[in-house]
């Protein structure tokens, strides 16, 4: 075990135990703050200015900046709030998170085929997966890439697992996605990621964007419906969680057009969401580092 390791897991561990010593409502304000100075520090500041000047090219300067700040606020509240996860319990789970239309999802897993549920680093993504199970009863099958501290890792997966959700590494995620689908399980992809250049490429705020087609491909392959999720932040820090299914019943066959087609629609969706609650998203992730700003699209649009 690397000493930088060990290191790094003390720091997370009293950061924790600190964390947990306060009320939610709390900890909510301290991980806002604690957002508030990352972005003052400038970490990642130019990436998340840019990201959203791309996608936002009519706000000026002085919304975007707001725009921006929000956003590591949002983040700075969801961190402080995993770290309080062992503080959860089964009944202030279902206080601080609700689904408001419980329904499409009964009816989707009714199908008998499983569901890939899809989200994005929106909101707190951690607590729509808690959240799912507990008000539900249907785990997850939580696809996840495995943190380079094994220390820190295994104690953050303890609390995803807590309430019976499982974690699959990337590594080994085919054979566990399909395995969990054909027991008519529940899949869950946080699928805004940032994909590798040569990946498909779909429009994302304006810009054609390099996209994983995984859930796409499993979808059309398997027959699981894709069902996308998004736990919104209210005024009082509680959650609201709204899940839709992605159409794909005019999709037939395995084809390249139809992987295209049906990833484009759930990017498009997950768009939607943004649009609608941008200080939600995290807008420091390099989703865009293999696209050129959006006036170079445009020159090369014109040309």
């Known amino acids: ?23 939610l409502r709390n900890v909510q304000k301290m991980g806002a703050t604690l957002g508030e100075t990352i ?29 921006a700040r929000a956003s590591y606020r949002s ?31 009964r009816e989707l897993h009714a199908r008998g085929k499983g569901i890939i549920l899809l989200t994005a680093h929106f909101g707190n993504w951690e607590l729509l997966a808690q959240g799912m199970h507990v008000e539900l009863g249907l785990p997850i099958s939580i696809i996840v890439k495995p943190q380079s501290n094994p220390l820190v890792d295994a104690r953050i997966n303890r609390w995803r697992t807590r309430w ?19 027991e008519q399980g529940v899949v869950g992809v946080v699928a805004d990621q940032s994909a590798p250049k040569e990946s498909t490429a779909v429009d994302f705020f304006g810009r054609k964007a390099p996209t994983y087609e995984g859930p796409a491909v499993f979808s059309l392959k398997t027959g699981a419906p894709l069902m996308i999720g998004f736990a919104v932040r209210q005024a009082d ?30 990017v498009a969706v997950t768009e939607q969401y943004i649009r609608q609650y941008p200080d939600h998203w995290m807008w420091m992730h390099k989703r865009w580092k293999h696209v050129p700003d959006r006036q170079e699209v445009a020159k090369v649009g014109d040309a």
């Not at 279902?94 to 239309?101: A, D, L, T, V």
């Open 164 to 182: 019976g959700n499982k974690v699959v590494p990337m590594g080994i995620a085919v054979r566990e996605i399909l395995r969990a689908l054909n």
């Open 1 to 23: 075990m690397r000493v930088g390791h060990l290191l790094e897991y003390f720091a997370f561990s009293l950061l924790g135990s600190f964390v947990r010593l306060w009320p």
């Open 237 to 266: 820090g509680t959650y609201r969680s709204h899940f839709e299914e992605i159409p794909s019943a005019d999709l037939s066959g395995f084809t390249e057009g139809n992987i295209l087609e049906l990833t484009r629609r759930h």
């Open 39 to 67: 972005y003052a520090i400038g970490f990642r500041k130019k990436i998340t200015q840019k990201n959203l000047r791309n996608a936002f090219p009519e706000k000026n300067s002085h919304e975007l900046n707001a725009l």
């Open 75 to 105: 983040i700075g509240t969801a961190l402080f709030e995993f770290l309080w996860f062992p503080c959860l319990t089964a009944e202030r789970v279902r206080e601080i998170s609700r689904i408001e239309n419980p329904h499409v999802v």
